[in-house]
């Protein structure tokens, strides 16, 4: 929805990841995982080189999102980092997936990292453990316009 709102592109970090995803969903090398990042810092760059100031990201680790600012220190990186203070919202959440995904114990250690440390230069961290989808919509619209 955000991507319809912005009109900007919008590249999924895990459509990118699925070509080194075995099929139990791990990676298969940390190395594979490193040039898929790689990759997606290049195809930013290259949004950026043919005119799109901004381009939306998805899907990220947290270890990815922590590395952001420093992978583009000539740019404003604006990040958005959904959370749920509730683990059982997020336990609600996780069994509601279709997509096969459905470690929940690593979506608690995951979500409660993102709580845990400090925001990254550029970051909001949201808690979207009440809103619908459309809020999320809403706040993070309202976030990027703000810093626009």
Known sequence: MLYERRGCPWIDYGHLRQFHLLPDWS???KE???LTFENLTFIVRNYWRYGYPEVLLDDLRDHRI??????FPEARVDTITLF????????MRIAMRNDGWKDEELAIEWNRAVQLRPPVRGEVKLDVTSLTPEEVLLRANEVL????
């Open 27 to 29: 990676n298969q090398s």
């Open 32 to 34: 594979e995982e490193q």
């Open 66 to 71: 922590v590395q952001l600012p420093s992978c």
């Open 84 to 91: 749920l203070s509730d683990p059982d919202a997020l336990r």
């Open 145 to 148: 316009s703000w810093r626009s």
